[in-house]
């Protein structure tokens, strides 16, 4: 083999090599940073959700509280995995991480107890960083 041969070989397995360890680094560079940490409340009366829409940025730890103030509801992002049951009058608080692309997802109650259940919409809005 001539050396430069030897050459372009190491120069191709180097970029190969940059390839595959460059998205590597990236992620857990990003992964070392702290989530930022993104607070709401919802409350939810005479079937629908107040606010109706929240923002938060790609990879935020989102801390929901969502209240009931007459009747049980639930809350659900299909995309996050994330249904919860909220008992009449009650309060339950719960996190996630808004770890899926920038986009709208909406959320909504899932209960079928009441037709009215079914109107009951909102949207995240994640946003890229």
């Given at each position: 083999m001539t050396r430069t041969r030897r050459s372009i070989g190491f120069v191709l397995m180097s970029a190969a090599a940059t390839l595959v360890i460059a998205p590597a680094v990236a992620r857990l560079l990003a992964q070392e940073s702290p989530p930022n940490r993104r607070e709401f409340?919802?409350?939810?009366?005479?079937?629908?959700?107040?606010p109706g829409r929240i923002e938060v940025t790609v990879d935020d730890l989102v801390k929901l509280t969502v209240r009931s103030e007459d009747v049980?509801?639930?809350?659900?992002?299909d995309q996050f995995r994330v249904s919860k049951r909220i008992p009449a009058g009650g309060t339950v608080t719960f996190e996630f991480r808004a770890d899926r692309?920038?986009?709208?997802?909406s959320y909504y109650s899932n209960m079928t107890s009441d037709p009215r259940h079914a109107g009951m919409k909102g949207e995240l809005v994640v946003k890229a960083r």
């Open positions: 409340t919802i409350n939810a009366r005479d079937y629908h959700f107040n049980a509801y639930s809350f659900t992002i692309g920038p986009g709208t997802y």
